[in-house]
């Protein structure tokens, strides 16, 4: 029987999850430069419209259907165009149809974070070859893997390797992806000594506080119930982003005199992305530990960017990469008693170290299988309808080269 309770509970979460996307649009958007606005945004927007067909055709299928391919990914021809779920309630009351527009919704999203490392330099028509690509070759696999009953990480050691909301199927791959994909394609013209002021700050931090409101649903949700787990993941996500916002702010404070709205708006999501894989397992003082090491963590990263001359123009690396990396390998410090039991119970003398590998060993494999399909999916855009800008459109800005409009209307105030 359907369980109205949790499944107003999804059809909430869904919705906040999605309002994230314009968020991410709104984030990036103001950090690029005036004539790139629009285009920067499209990213995100685009990904609502190539992925939410995608994902219902046959994305789903590929993510949760049993394994094929000795397990590399799920296929079951009857989720295609989802007209297998039809009717189907999930062991948690949920219908199937809530649970897959849910996921859907961490598809759509994962692909637009990479975007940020390559901002101001990718064609139109090229980013949406390598989305779909990317969504069918990288995303559902590393799906399955972790959250699919079958999968790899799933039934990795005694109770699997931790990632309650996607720290390495959404941010450790995204973070990869967008390191690789950056140096593939290059740094934008004229980088580093390139002038790269924000747009509008205001809309940085506007982004910033949807994104925030936003992974409410994107954790909570995860937990497909609503009851004491969901309470702990919403209150672990609050503390953990609270924290990461504070710590980056004092680091400013102490580094440089002045802390920076850009800083503050960094360390809300070092602190979210930390805290992703670790909802479901780790307390408040978990949550606080995470927030502060991601912070720094990610602030230690940034810094090291211009030193090494790589271009994350919007640092999808700096931030995603580094604080999901942070935070599926560094919550196994902080994992609750209760989970320690549990897992014991499964098998016995399992202790920190043995969920310490396994949490390595996903992680690694993540990065390792991020990094070789995104270089060939790269290679096969970039060899067929173009990845990079050619260097007119670039200088004249994606905005008016590429969709015939402009972000600001400052010329005609009629």
């Known amino acids: 029987m359907i369980d109205s309770g949790i499944t107003a509970w999804m059809l909430v979460s869904t919705t906040l999850v999605l309002l994230m996307v314009p968020g991410l649009a709104l984030f990036y958007g103001g950090l690029v430069r005036t004539k790139n606005v629009l285009g920067t945004m499209m990213h995100s927007f685009i990904a609502m419209a190539v992925v939410g067909v995608l994902w219902a055709v046959c994305g789903y299928a590929l993510a949760f259907g049993p394994n094929v391919l000795g397990g590399f990914v799920g296929w ?53 070859a390598f989305i779909t690509l990317w969504v069918l070759l990288v995303y559902a696999p590393l799906c399955h893997w972790v959250w699919a009953g079958d999968g790899y990480f799933f039934n990795m050691g005694a109770k699997g390797a931790i990632d309650f909301a996607g720290g390495t199927v959404v941010h450790i791959s995204s973070g990869i992806s967008g390191l690789v994909l950056a140096l593939f394609v290059g740094p934008r013209l004229g980088h580093p000594k390139l002038s790269t002021s924000p747009n509008n700050l205001t809309l940085v931090l506007l982004g910033a506080g949807l994104l925030w409101v936003g992974w409410f649903g994107f954790n909570a949700g995860s937990a497909v119930a609503s009851n004491m787990d969901t309470a702990r993941a919403l209150t672990v996500t609050q503390v953990a982003a609270a924290t990461g916002a504070l710590v980056w702010v004092l680091i400013e404070a102490i580094m440089h005199g002045k802390p920076t709205s850009l800083g503050l708006a960094s360390g809300i999501l070092a602190g979210l992305v930390a805290i992703t894989p670790a909802a479901g397992v780790v307390g408040v003082k978990g949550a606080i530990a995470l927030g502060a090491i991601a912070a720094i963590g990610c602030y230690l990263v940034i810094s090291l960017k211009g030193k090494l001359g790589y271009d994350d123009t919007l640092d999808a690396f700096g931030v995603h990469g580094a604080g999901g990396i942070i935070g599926a390998i560094g919550l196994t ?43 060939i999916i790269g290679f096969i855009v970039q060899k067929t309808i173009g990845l990079r800008l050619c260097e007119k459109s670039e200088r004249a800005g994606m905005d008016h080269d590429l969709h015939g409009e402009r972000g600001y209307g400052l010329n005609n105030l009629n």
């Open 333 to 375: 410090f902080f994992i609750r008693d209760a989970w320690w039991t549990s897992a014991q119970e499964a098998s016995a003398g399992w202790g920190l170290v043995d969920q310490l590998l396994v949490q390595v060993k996903a992680v690694g494999a993540t990065v390792v299988f991020a990094t070789v399909m995104t270089l």
């Open 76 to 128: 079951n021809p009857d989720f295609l165009f989802l007209k297998g779920i039809d009717d189907v309630v999930m062991s948690a009351g949920v219908p199937e149809y809530v649970f897959a527009m849910f996921q859907g919704k961490f598809a759509i999203i994962t692909p637009a974070l990479i975007a940020g490392a390559v901002a101001e330099r990718i064609s139109f028509k090229g980013w949406i």
